[in-house]
């Protein structure tokens, strides 16, 4: 696994119970997960191969998914509908 410095910086801005939530699921859940289809609200960001998002609580963390390699990009607050 890999962090982009603007996921780190997006992480430092949350809520502390926002930053807890976001920072377990990552640095410790992620890594008991075997595929990407287990999480949750999984979806390919356009047609790219190797972009997705996935939703932790009220936020989207995009991922970028090179063979074995995950690179965490950004994590945003989900949009209001």
Known sequence: MRYNRSFLEDLKTLEPFAYQQAYDFVFIQFSQINYLQELPELKQLGN????YR???GNYL???EVTGQIVKFIRILPKPEI
């Open 48 to 51: 790219s191969a190797i972009f």
């Open 61 to 63: 963390i995009g991922i």
């Open 54 to 56: 996935f939703t932790v």
